[in-house]
């Protein structure tokens, strides 16, 4: 939806009039590669889409929080001083009222408000329509009270990303890693974000793709963060971790570890599920960096090298990847105006991310979009992607 009809809707949802409405947006996220990799202290390679969660939003006069979506018809209503009493307790709303909980744990005064919710991030499709969520809300949360407290410098993404990641873990129940919130507040109209979830250092590149472009395909078979084993996940990189420690004291993370050094010690791993799941982030760390390396050469053919390996890797080592997505990224493969094709976000449904030519973008989508339903039952969904700027206010 447009803007003002987004703020059309909330004047007839929340009534009043329209001068003291403000707008605030945050995007979804691509992962070009470096999946599963960011909660192990490796290097991530994602970039902010043109597809967001947009807010309208007028601030109350009481200590009401009202939430509505443009597409849903509930109204949730959460009093400040019990936002913990509504955690699992919603169908809708917690990501909001997760942020808002620790933007007032961190010392952010909550003011109340209504809030209108639109999301064109498509929910479930891996592109991390739970961050866009998170960083417009803790944007708007942390902007309103700045204004309460008389403070005139910008908000601090970065801080916005942490707070949005802290909601997940904590009132979500999800122990995800820094990059989709990171991605979603920092990210810079067509540029990438080389980061080091270690140290939050980062790099903004220019994705220079000629002639090519972006295009991501969704399976339509939804995936739960919280039920497709991403924390067992996490689980077994941190047993990885600690039977490494006993080799190697001084890593303090996977990522600390060479694919030379792996493969000189994988024999202190004798779990074969875990030696696996430590082989993945060990070589999708080292795929990142070169992946880096190869697009700020202009060398797109490596690149879709790695993007190919590192689908691989995640279907038959860390095992998060499904059929549907195996169906999306191995037809894709056998068209030759195809770079590379590979699964991005947590797997188990979602979307894959391919490199296209341009010219055959079209035909792409006409080619895999009946060989994926014959083979799945299932219709896919196709965005040409855009490439566009972190979460802010819009004036």
């Not at 000629?210 to 039920?227: P, R, V, W």
């Not at 890593?251 to 792996?262: N, R, T, V």
């Not at 992946?291 to 689908?311: C, I, P, R, Y």
């Amino acid at each position: 939806m447009q803007v003002n009809e987004i703020k059309k809707l909330f004047l007839e949802t929340f009534g009043g009039e329209d001068e003291n409405l403000r707008v605030f947006a945050s995007p979804g996220r691509v992962n070009l590669i470096g999946e599963h990799v960011d909660y192990c202290g490796g290097p991530v390679f994602p970039a902010a889409l043109t597809m967001k969660t947009t807010i309208v939003a007028r601030k109350r006069d009481d200590d009401i929080i009202r939430l509505k979506a443009t597409d849903l018809d509930i109204v949730v209503e959460a009093k400040i001083d019990e936002l913990e009493k509504y955690k699992g307790q919603l169908k809708w709303g917690d990501y909001q009222l997760g942020v808002a909980l620790e933007l007032k744990n961190a010392g952010y005064k909550i003011v109340g408000c209504d809030l209108l919710y639109d999301d064109t991030t498509p929910h479930g499709g891996g592109l991390s329509s739970s961050a866009a969520i998170e960083i417009s809300t803790a944007l708007m949360f942390a902007t309103f009270s700045n204004e309460e407290n008389g403070i005139t410098t910008p908000v601090d993404m970065i801080e916005m990303a942490k707070l949005g990641q802290a909601a997940e873990h904590s009132y979500i129940g999800v122990n995800c890693g820094i990059m989709d919130q990171f991605a979603s507040a920092m990210g810079k109209k067509d540029h990438a974000i080389y980061l080091d979830c270690a140290t939050l250092d980062y790099e903004l590149v220019p994705l220079t793709l000629g002639d090519y472009c972006l295009i991501l395909s969704n399976t339509n078979k939804k995936h739960s963060l919280g039920a497709s084993k991403y924390n067992e996940r996490r689980m077994e990189c941190e047993a990885g971790l600690n039977a490494f420690k006993t080799v190697m004291p001084k890593i303090k993370q996977l990522a600390d570890i060479s694919p030379e050094e792996f493969e000189a010690n994988k024999g202190v791993l004798t779990d074969p599920v875990v030696l696996k799941r430590i082989k993945h982030i060990v070589y999708e760390c080292d795929r990142v960096k070169r992946s880096v390396d190869a697009l700020k050469s202009g060398d797109l053919a490596t690149f879709g090298q790695l993007m190919n390996a590192s689908h691989d890797s995640l279907q038959y080592d860390y095992e998060v990847s499904c059929d549907e997505l195996d169906i999306l990224a191995h037809e894709a493969r056998k068209l030759p105006y195809v770079i590379g094709s590979r699964m991005t976000g947590a797997g188990f449904g979602g979307c894959t991310v391919s490199v296209v030519k341009k010219e055959n973008a079209n035909d792409f989508i006409n080619t895999l979009a009946p060989i994926y339903q014959e083979k799945s039952g299932l219709t896919a969904s196709f965005y040409i992607s855009e490439i566009g700027d972190g979460g802010m206010e819009i004036k």
